[in-house]
């Protein structure tokens, strides 16, 4: 029996990419996990469950299984007759299989967008539109005396955050929870308000003006009114006083600010609250980005075509416009004749009319386990799972990279999304000529 | 084989001369028998391949630029071919670009500027997908918490054996400082004035982090020296604050280089505000003349819209606060930091048309251009596309009397020494500060210059030395130096005509000066040290050789 026990091992699931996860090995099998949280216990443990064990190909309607030869020859027909194939998913991939990706929607003149289209997207278009004050998650440990969540809920969505990294971490100068100070604003009591000092109940979608009064307030001039967004103004002013007499204090949101009314424009004043409290004191914002390297397809969309996601190849070059270019709006007009997804689950997670243009074309899957979405695909191709069964890099939230590990072997007719993709690539290229 | 142009090979004395370069695999020999191809270089001009030490191409910050500026990528989009990739871009270009606008000016090696060791695995991911060139970069370290720790506490040993551990760990080449301590106070929104402030949390200065990594640089026997971008970046009197910078060294000169001065152009105004700003490069040039251990490359200016992007955080600050274009800041745990603010620099400004005059003053003011290089910290001063521009400015005075005609401020021309400077860059000499010097300064052997042994890495340039007036035919010098009419890189010939018709992926170089004596010490400092001050585990934190695609391993000491 051999055991091998892997220290320091980063987790594939969400941004938190804690890396001081210990995890047994006996037998090629995971056996014990340990310092996670249960999520990633929970990832690590059920890994051979219902999991996709051999390419499968549509045979009149149903699925047949098949080699992986020959489900990649199927695909790339499929790919290389299409005229606009569009490529979806690949935030739970690493980086090494986006950047064949990209390759393959260049080649193919379709266009690549990835799940930042659903969540974080009007954050990178306000960071498009002023920038941004930002640091590492480890400055927020040592430094940080004053931390903020805004609409979003760690406990639940990155249970390790608060212990790794803000208000229950071991900082250089702040050892104690009770050294810091932390403020909780959303709509709802969640476990991570019930954990704050200080709790803001908002009224939903109103966002916008308590982040414009909170700006007015850091800049000390009046309000005219009893309330903001549900929010008495002796507490609007209370809070940014608290933000202006921290020594460095840190804003984290998700998609609280994002995806309700005002979208990009909360995160424009975010942005904007935070800057001008850097005229008084240091304060930084983070979003609480959800998919372990969902940072990591942005950074190489971006180094590779000037783009983070939502961008089109039809023309030979990369064009980038949201709205027009981004996958949703792409299928809502009824555009895309053929589409490749990778590690996501659209079919799931799009809205009705998506949905309803991707059930019109061929559609080819890799991934790991059955969705909504392998199910209604032509070709499914399973894959190793990153940071489990295969190597490849990731991006933490605030941009720290990681080589995700291999623990123990895949089962043996998986290959890693990078090798799929290669091949893949390949047998285009074949094609097209 | 590469016949009958006009070779300028400073580094091995040949100035002109008509002669034939042979190539044999990836290196220059001495003469072949069957070559098996042959470029005809006659009527043409033949130099090394240009090395690039400072220039902003990859990584955190360089990434979050372009994702900050769409806008700059709008209307410069290069497509695919049947062998390159598309990409966009005017200030900060995607990496394929990157390389391959590089390429078509006849650049073969470019350095990175600056990478935050914990970001720097993202560095050579970028460099990675930089195609056409070698690369290598510096290394961020005059702000890292645990060595201005060592340096305080006086421990050389222990401080060198750290520098050495870190610069192995993320494959870097040689050490890189930013705004020396005034990154460290930049984590709570401060910043240093002077060489002499103290810093807060370690009580140390600028001065002693200086000198420090000098002399850790030293110890470790590194190829490059320091390279260093002064405290007060861009403030109107801060020529003072250089100056004061290169007087600490003078205590432990030497024959051969002991530090190098980065963009030294925003580091050499002189004035009291911006109003009265002027040009110090008078100043600083006669103390770069008079000390042969002293380096410096010029961060020329040009007068068109581009991207500032640096480590020095409170500079970033300071200019989004004067401009009030978009602001980026990125700070990096116990590290450093970075900004990022679009600029336009515009002849009528006075400032700008000084900061223009001042570039050009340093390179021409300084006599041996084997100690002033030429650079436009890419994209800071301008983009790496209007280095043929500050070329034919070096070469022409007439070109810079035509700049400084029509729009120019006029109050700048009385502000600086650059209208009564009539110099002019021989050919020989462009090819110093672009290639042969630059080569040197990093102490790449086999780079820079075409002596057998060199790299096969070669340009020509369409320009006949012995019919064309430099002087006078600015614009085709420009032209030539933009697109060269062959470039070969290591050996196989990847532009003709302007184009690139071949794509190839260089090499990363890196230093390794991890003896097993410093990294046992090494490690014990990590086990007490790191966990402090980090989010991520050491072991997380190296970046093993074979991460890199085509990682080139060069021993400290060794070259």
């Known amino acids: 029996m051999s055991r091998t026990i892997h220290e320091d091992v980063p987790c594939p699931f969400c941004g938190c990419l804690c890396d001081d996860i210990q995890v047994t090995v006996e037998d090629n099998a995971i056996k014990e996990v340990r310092r996670s949280c249960s999520i990633s216990k929970s990832k690590f443990l059920n890994y051979t469950q219902d999991r996709l064990d051999m390419p499968m190909v549509r045979k009149n309607g149903s699925f047949v299984q098949t080699s992986l030869d020959q489900a990649l020859d199927r ?92 208000v229950f971490s071991k900082g250089y100068f702040f050892k104690r929870r009770e050294d810091r100070k932390m403020v909780v604003i959303d709509v709802r009591e969640t476990p991570t308000a019930r954990a704050a000092d200080l709790f803001i109940k908002i009224q939903p979608n109103r966002d916008f003006e308590l982040l414009s009064a909170l700006r007015m307030a850091v800049r000390d001039e009046e309000m005219d009114v009893d309330s903001v967004a549900g929010v008495p103004i002796e507490l609007v002013e209370e809070l940014a006083d608290i933000m202006v007499n921290a020594s460095y204090g840190v804003l984290f949101y998700g998609l609280g600010l994002t995806m309700t009314a005002a ?70 007009r009824g555009e895309g004749d053929a589409m490749l997804v990778v590690a996501a689950d659209p079919v799931s997670s799009f809205p009705l009319e998506a949905v309803k243009r991707i059930m019109k074309m061929p559609l080819i899957t890799i991934d790991v386990r059955p969705t909504p979405t392998t199910y209604r695909s032509e070709v499914v191709i399973p894959s190793a799972i990153t940071g489990i069964e295969a190597e490849g890099t990731a991006y933490r939230m605030d941009g720290v990279i990681f080589k995700m590990k291999k623990l123990v072997d895949p089962p043996p007719a998986l290959r890693s999304d990078q090798q799929v993709l290669l091949d893949l690539k390949r047998k285009v290229e074949e094609r097209i000529g | 084989m590469i016949k009958n142009g006009f070779v300028y090979d400073p580094a091995n004395k040949i100035d002109g001369d008509q002669m034939d370069i042979f190539i044999e695999g990836s290196k220059v020999v001495d003469s072949l028998h069957e070559p098996e191809w042959i470029l005809d270089a006659a009527g043409m001009v033949v130099m090394p391949g240009g090395v690039d030490i400072h220039a902003h191409i990859a990584g955190s910050k360089v990434n979050s630029g372009r994702a900050m500026r769409p806008e700059d990528h709008e209307g410069h989009a290069y497509p695919r071919t049947s062998f390159t990739r598309s990409g966009t871009g005017r200030s900060i270009p995607t990496t394929f670009i990157t390389g391959y606008l590089f390429s078509q000016m006849g650049y073969t090696t470019v350095i990175e500027a600056a990478s935050p060791p914990l970001k720097s695995r993202h560095t050579h991911e970028e460099l990675d997908d930089t195609p056409m060139i070698d690369k290598a970069f510096l290394t961020l370290l005059g702000n890292n918490w645990i060595v201005a720790r060592l340096l305080r506490d006086g421990s050389m040993e222990e401080g060198s054996a750290f520098t050495a551990w870190v610069l192995n760990a993320v494959k870097g080449y040689g050490i890189k400082i930013v705004n020396p301590g005034g990154l460290i106070a930049w984590g709570w929104g401060k910043n240093v004035s002077s060489i002499d402030d103290r810093v807060p949390l370690f009580d140390i200065t600028p001065r002693e982090i200086l000198v420090g990594l000098m002399m850790i640089n030293r110890i470790l026997g590194m190829p490059h020296t320091i390279h260093v971008h002064t405290n007060n970046l861009g403030r109107p009197g801060n020529y003072q604050t250089t100056i004061e910078t290169i007087k600490a060294f003078d205590p432990y000169g030497s024959s051969s280089p002991s530090i190098h001065i980065t963009h030294c152009q925003f580091n050499s105004y002189a004035g009291d505000s911006w109003a009265t700003i002027r040009s110090g490069a008078e100043e600083v040039a006669r103390e770069v003349n008079s000390r042969e251990w002293l380096t410096i490359d010029i961060g020329q200016l040009a007068f068109t819209a581009t991207t500032t992007m640096t480590a020095d955080g409170p500079f970033q600050y300071a200019l989004y606060e004067l401009t009030g274009a978009k602001w980026l800041n990125a700070d990096v745990e116990s590290e450093t930091s970075a900004g990022i603010v679009p600029v336009i620099y515009r002849k009528k400004n ?73 110099r002019e860059y021989t050919l020989q000499e462009a090819a110093v500060i672009t290639r042969a010097a630059t080569a040197r300064a990093l102490n790449l052997t086999s780079k820079g210059h075409l002596g057998v042994g060199a790299d096969a890495d070669v340009a020509v340039y369409d320009m006949n030395p012995r019919e064309t007036n430099f002087s006078k035919e600015h614009g085709m010098v420009r032209k030539a130096f933009r697109r060269a009419k062959y470039v070969v890189k290591g050996g196989d010939i990847v532009v003709i005509n302007g184009e690139v018709v071949k794509e190839v992926y260089g090499r990363t170089l890196w230093v390794n000066s991890l003896t097993p004596q410093r990294k046992e010490l090494a490690e014990q400092i990590v086990a007490s040290e790191f966990e402090k001050h980090y989010s991520i585990r050491p072991s997380n934190y190296v970046v093993q050789e074979d991460y890199l695609k085509k990682p080139m391993e060069i021993r400290a000491g060794e070259f």
């Open chain 1, 75 to 166: 695909a790339a027909d499929i790919l290389a007759a299409s005229r606009y194939p569009l490529m979806y998913g690949w935030s739970s991939t690493c980086n090494e299989a986006q950047r064949v990706g990209i390759e393959l929607a260049e080649l193919l003149g379709g266009a690549i967008d990835n799940t930042t289209t659903v969540c974080h997207g009007p954050s990178l278009l306000a960071v498009q539109g002023l920038g941004s004050p930002q640091a590492t998650l480890g400055d927020i440990s040592t430094k940080a005396d004053l931390v903020i969540y805004w609409g979003c809920n760690p406990m639940h969505s990155h249970p390790r955050h608060l212990s790794r990294y803000t």
């Open chain 1, 263 to 332: 979208k990009s424009a909360n995160v424009d004043s975010a942005i904007l609250l935070v800057r001008d409290l850097n005229a008084r004191t240091k304060f930084s914002i983070i979003p609480m980005r959800g998919h372990y390297n969902v940072t990591g397809c942005n950074e190489v969309m971006t180094w590779q075509t000037g783009y983070p996601f939502a961008v089109d190849f039809s023309l030979g070059y990369p064009r980038y416009n949201p709205g027009e270019t981004s996958v949703i709006d792409l299928l809502s």
């Open chain 2, 350 to 422: 006075l400032v700008n048309a000084v900061q223009w005059s001042i570039g050009l003053e340093l390179a021409l003011l300084v006599k041996d251009p084997w100690r002033v290089f030429m650079t436009t910290d890419h994209p800071n001063a301008a983009p790496l596309t209007y280095y043929p521009t500050v070329l034919a400015w070096l070469m022409s005075n007439e070109y810079r009397e035509k700049t400084m005609s029509g729009k120019f401020n006029k109050r700048a021309k009385r502000r600086s020494l650059l209208p009564s400077i009539d």
